[in-house]
């Protein structure tokens, strides 16, 4: 099955209708922008005079010269470019804002306060406008004033703590899983301050936070330590209140089995030809089980290494207990379950060609939400969105000519 073509420019999705100003750059805030965008809202990227988005500059892996990183992120948007130094610019924000629903940001806190783009700047002149600040620790606390980064956010939070092997070195996880969680949070606050508005006409302050995003990652690990004053530490791919449920050795390769309960825990045992530890004392019920859990995966492993991982995998669905192959990502993106979700789409880029992002991972009956347009060049929709709120063409080639905006090459 190849993957779907991109669909018409037109929003659609149960957000269209919301006009969106992203003015926010890397992972965070743009993953946040993405998410309603993809939705159905309308999102015009902000970037900033030099230079735009930071992951412009991520050259590699590139396609034709545009970033991948970027193009990945910022699909479905418009794009314009402004100089927020300038009083020109930040006026041309201020126009953004006051016919906008929401405005995303992740600047370092007091920094558009400086510039006179505030929240309580915006919110005088919009009452309605859904502000919403990603931040590396939230607007609030010691730590406010410090930047954001998912690593370092990983660590702080806890994350790196329960990742990884036992008596390894610390480990991140793979994903920058902070900063694409905080965009989630930060699109869930925004739909949820936007119920509220519609119950009430009030806009308000949406603030989440990379940190934050992590400990909301740490929820089974926080109620261990909360239950017992133990902190937990990493368990490699085993999990941490079940066994067995983890990744296994094969004769080619690496499985995970998700024999949690006691009926999977019999149905794995007797798969893999050891019925006799079923009734083992050391494996006769969960506790007894996560007591023994080195033992129970090496006696696991120990017979799953007979066989390659297709043929494990072909017994274990047919015997009912949950189980799946460790794929790469190219792997993934060619399973034939990706592909009928629709979670590989093409799109036409104006300088990249044709290219492959992820779909969306939402599926609606009425309202179907999809990738309508590629990521846009520097600039690209400046002079659109410029005159649609309410620039002459004078007044742009004047803001252009100062520096003022860029109108795209």
């Not at 783009?117 to 309605?128: T, W």
């Not at 007591?291 to 017979?303: D, N």
């Amino acid at each position: 099955m190849s993957s779907p073509a991109v669909g018409p420019a037109h929003p659609s999705g149960p957000l269209q209708g919301l006009r969106v100003i992203e003015l926010a750059q890397i992972m965070a805030g743009p993953s946040c922008g993405a998410l309603l965008a993809d939705l159905g809202a309308e999102v015009i990227k902000v970037e900033k005079i030099p230079g735009g988005d930071d992951t412009r500059r991520y050259a590699e892996p590139s396609v034709n010269g545009e970033s991948a990183a970027f193009m990945m992120m910022n699909r479905n948007k418009r794009g314009i470019a402004v100089d927020l130094k300038t009083e020109s610019g930040q006026q041309v924000l201020r126009r953004l804002a006051s016919g906008a629903d929401v405005l995303i940001e992740n600047y370092r806190r007091g920094a558009l306060d400086r510039l006179g783009l505030g929240v309580a700047a915006l919110r005088a002149l919009n009452p309605a406008l859904i502000y919403c600040s990603i931040s590396g620790y939230g607007r609030t606390g010691p730590a406010a004033d410090k930047g954001g980064f998912d690593l370092i956010a990983q660590g702080a939070s806890g994350l790196m703590s329960i990742t990884g092997v036992p008596g390894g070195e610390p480990v991140k996880v793979g994903s920058p899983v902070t900063d694409m969680n905080a965009g989630i949070l930060g699109a869930l606050g925004i739909v949820s301050a936007y119920v509220h508005r519609l119950k009430t006409g009030e806009g308000q302050h949406v603030d989440t936070s990379l940190f934050e995003a992590g400990i909301h990652q740490t929820a089974w690990q926080a109620a261990i330590f909360f239950a017992t004053g133990v902190s937990p530490g990493p368990g490699g791919s085993a999990h941490v209140l079940a066994a067995p449920y983890q990744a296994f050795p094969t004769a080619d390769g690496w499985i995970n089995i998700g024999g949690a309960n006691q009926s999977n825990w019999e149905r794995v045992a007797r798969l893999v030809g050891a019925p006799e530890l079923i009734a083992d004392p050391r494996f006769i019920d969960n506790s007894a089980r996560m007591a023994h859990r080195a033992e129970l995966s090496r006696l696991l492993g120990e017979h799953l290494r007979q066989r390659p991982t297709r043929d494990w995998l072909l017994a274990l669905d047919a015997a009912g207990v949950p189980a799946g192959p460790i794929q790469s990502i190219g792997e993934m993106s060619s399973d034939p379950q990706t592909l009928a979700r629709e979670m590989v789409v093409e799109l036409d880029h104006p300088v990249a060609g044709r290219t492959r992002a992820l779909g969306v991972p939402l599926k609606f009956s009425a309202t179907p939400a999809g990738v309508r347009r590629p990521a846009p060049t520097f600039g690209q929709h400046t002079r659109d969105v410029l005159r649609e709120i309410g620039y002459a063409d004078a007044e742009i080639e004047s803001l252009a000519a100062t520096g003022a905006v860029y109108l795209g090459g």
